[in-house]
């Protein structure tokens, strides 16, 4: 894909999960999610117009998911946190490696990630990300899909992982410097394992990033 291509993908996957956040019916909660100040819920998956092009088939069983967290700091805050996206893997211990591979203009990159995985039961995933940052209002959004890359094609050491439309967005609340963090998230894992095996793993990572997300929260922020 050319740089102009990639950009129109990113804006475009992030505008169809945008849409997908602000659904109000159709999600079924995660009762026990364990993640505190946070609601976890799921649907079907949503790709809108965004189909793989990695010639895999899409497995019909993945799901979208939303979480949604309070944090005690402000939006500047959040968004300095998950842009620093090389460093992202030194707090999230659901990563054990995060890169930019390439700026395409002011607001779009390309990524690589690899998730740590649950040995010998899940093994790791790695997938290759355009992501498109912007401010819309008051909020802060970055959001995209996975890609097809020559330069980082799959490889034996990780199960290729497909992200169908995501984003993450950086509300400001009433309250002085508390903010509401919105996560969609589709990712269709690939592999072996059935998918509703994996769809009951993906909410312990889910936890995984905002306890450690939190943590690292009150860490930049000097709170106590």
């Not at 890609?147 to 002085?176: E, F, I, N, Y």
Request: include cysteine.
């Amino acid at each position: 894909m050319e740089n102009g291509d990639l950009i129109d993908t990113a804006e475009k996957a992030m505008n169809v999960a945008v849409e997908v956040m602000e659904r109000v019916d159709g999600w079924t909660v995660v009762k026990e999610a364990g993640i505190s100040g946070a609601t976890v819920s799921w649907r079907e998956g949503v790709v809108g117009d965004t189909n793989r092009l990695d010639g895999e088939a899409p497995d019909p069983e993945w799901r979208c998911w939303r979480v949604q967290q309070e944090l005690d700091t402000d939006v500047d805050t959040v968004s300095r946190i998950i842009m620093d996206i090389d460093n992202m893997y030194r707090w999230n211990p659901a990563l054990t490696h995060t890169k930019v591979l390439e700026k395409l203009d002011e607001k779009t990159f390309l990524s690589y990630q690899i998730t740590e995985g649950r040995r010998p039961i899940v093994q790791p995933r790695d997938f290759v990300f355009v992501c498109r940052e912007e401010r819309r209002g008051e909020d802060w959004l970055a959001g995209g899909c996975s890609v097809v890359s020559a330069r980082h094609p799959p490889t034996d050491r990780c199960v290729r992982a497909w992200q169908h439309p995501g984003v993450m967005v950086a509300s400001p609340l009433p309250a002085k410097s508390r903010t509401l963090f919105t996560w969609i998230l589709q990712c269709d894992f690939g592999g072996l394992l059935p998918t509703t095996i994996l769809n009951i793993a993906l909410p312990y990572a889910v936890k995984l990033f905002c306890n450690s997300l939190k943590s690292e929260v009150k860490k930049r922020s000097g709170n106590k």
